[in-house]
C-alpha cells in the first residue's frame, strides 16, 4: 500500500511539474536562416500579398497565415495596400507535422545509477511508454519587387515542440523577420516572445 500510494503522490508531482512548465513558457526558440540582396539604401514601404496556384485553391487557410504575419511584416516598417500600388509583394507560407515520438515514463521500470552531489545511489523506477505528438513547423517569408519581380529577401523559421497554440504561428514570423534586412547568420537561433492569444 505504501509503495502505491508513493507511487500515485510521485505521478501526481510529475504531472504538476509538466502543467507549471507549459503555463510558465513565455519564450520561443527557433531555427531562422535568411536570405537576401536587400539594397541598404531601399526602405521597407508599401507591400501586397502574393498568393500561388495552390495558396489560392485554400483562401481561408491562406488568409489565417497572412494575418499571422501582418503584425512582423508591420514592425519591420511595411504597410499594406493595394497589389496594384504596392511597392513589393510578399508570400507567406505555414507548414506543420504532426510526428508521433516514443517517450519513457519517468517511472519506467529501470535500475539506474544516478549521482547527485557525487554521491551514487540505485534508483528504480517503473511505468509505461507513451506516443507523444511531436509538432515540427516552418514558415517562410519571400519578398518580390512587384515591377521587376526580383526576388529581394527569403527567410524561414522553423521550431519544433510537443505542444500546440494559436500564438506559435505570429511568434515564427516575428521571429523569421526579426533581422530584417540583413540576411545575418544562417542558420541561426532566435528567441522572441510568444504572445497569448486575447
Known sequence: MLLRRSVLIGGLAGTGLALAGCASMRTLTTQVSSYGSWPASRKPATYAFDRLPSQMAQPMEQDRIEAAAVPSLEAAGFKQVARDEADVLVQVAAHVVETNERWRDPFYWRADWWYYRRHPF???????????????REVGVLIRDRRSNEALYETHACYSSTWTSDAILPAMFEAALKDFPQPAVSPRQVVVSLQPKS
Not at 540505485?122 to 515540427?136: C, I, K, L, R, S
Open 122 to 136: 540505485f534508483h528504480p523506477g517503473f511505468g509505461m511508454y507513451y506516443d507523444a505528438p511531436q509538432y515540427q
